[in-house]
């Protein structure tokens, strides 16, 4: 592996330093990796699960032209994305959804929420890509809005 050159770093130009661009809004093909537990960093330290999430591929309602200029499928991969599921007893249900509507895995082979979690690791998956503004920054981000089974 080769060593980190700080110097190099160091050395760009601020004007150089922009945020990288969204992918196009719509569906995409995306799998779900190995979840990660921890609690949010609120007062409540509400736990949760999340799921790191790889495109893989757009569907027909992404346009091809924003696309494009977006970078692309050599850009898709480097998207970095998650999905998190809170934990606390009032929102665990929607883990439940997810596994039984999005993956079709019913309650009988996910008698336990670790069973859910195990579930939807590597797991390919339809991801519905939306923009909105980030209240805190007040700078458009990309987030999973929905998910639904590959057909």
Known sequence: MA?????????TATVDMVPPPLPPTGTYQALFGQYKLDKAKNEAQTPYAEYPVTLIAPEGDVDA?????????ARLGKVKMRHTFYLSEDA???????????????????????????????????????HRINQRT????????????LA
Do not use: H, M, W, Y
């Not at 895995?105 to 339809?126: F, Q, R, Y």
């Open 138 to 149: 007040g700078k458009p981000v990309a987030e999973i809005s929905t998910t639904a089974p």
């Open 65 to 73: 032209e924003q696309f494009a200029e977006f970078g692309g499928q």
């Open 3 to 11: 060593d980190t050159d700080f110097r190099n770093i160091l050395n």
């Open 92 to 130: 665990r249900f929607r883990l439940r959804a997810f596994i039984n509507d999005t993956l079709g895995i019913s309650d009988e082979d996910t008698p336990t929420l670790g069973d859910c979690l195990l579930a939807g690791v590597n797991k390919t998956v339809l991801v519905t890509i939306q």
